[in-house]
């Protein structure tokens, strides 16, 4: 397990446009694996090349519950949106501590490759939806911050656990 140095709201790398991938190499695939590795130490959802300083259209994504539900996205292409939205607040491992009110399509359809480089497709909704979007959006420099309606929030302190069981 290998993690990697997040980059953090502010640092010129989240501003920038990625290049494709057009080969998977060993160096991608454990960049891949850190990926994981480190959105998961993090607790994140999803995690975008750029937020651990490599400027390549890769994107990682879990937003299983109860089970695992790994996805790897190179050179995603949203083809698909719904006009059905969702208003909701998100986050980024970028920006931690924070959230803010954002809309986002309800259902979205991506186009990319896997590790093999074949291309599929992917559909998802709701938070997977959401992550898929605001992933992509890193690819291209941009950071979630600048659609949030209203104010950018600080998290809730996590509440004691017995507080939690009543
Ligand atoms: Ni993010």
């Given at each position: 397990m290998a993690l990697r140095k997040i980059r953090y709201w502010g640092d010129p790398v989240?501003?920038?446009?990625?290049?494709?991938?057009?080969?998977?190499?060993d160096k991608i695939r454990s960049l891949v694996e850190d990926m994981?590795?480190?959105?998961?130490?993090?607790?994140?959802v999803g995690l975008a090349a750029p937020q651990v300083g490599?400027?390549?259209?890769i994107v990682v994504i879990d937003t299983g519950l109860e089970e695992p539900d790994p996805h790897v996205l190179i050179n995603p292409e949203i083809i698909e949106t719904s006009e059905e939205t969702q208003?909701?607040?998100?986050?980024?491992?970028?920006?931690?501590?924070?959230?803010?009110?954002?809309?986002?399509?309800?259902?979205?359809?991506?186009?990319a490759y896997d590790l093999d480089m074949n291309e599929f497709i992917l559909e998802g909704a709701g938070?997977?939806?959401?992550?898929?979007c605001h992933e992509c959006e890193h690819l291209d420099g941009k950071l979630?911050?600048?659609?949030?309606?209203?104010?950018?929030r600080d998290n809730p302190t996590e509440?004691?656990?017995?507080?939690?069981?009543?």
């Open positions: 989240l501003t920038k446009v990625c290049r494709p991938v057009d080969k998977v190499t994981f590795d480190t959105m998961y130490d993090a607790f994140g490599v400027l390549k259209r208003t909701g607040p998100e986050g980024c491992l970028s920006v931690p501590g924070k959230n803010g009110d954002v809309t986002r399509p309800m259902r979205v359809k991506v186009k938070l997977l939806a959401r992550a898929i979630y911050v600048s659609k949030v309606e209203g104010e950018l509440p004691e656990e017995e507080e939690e069981e009543i």
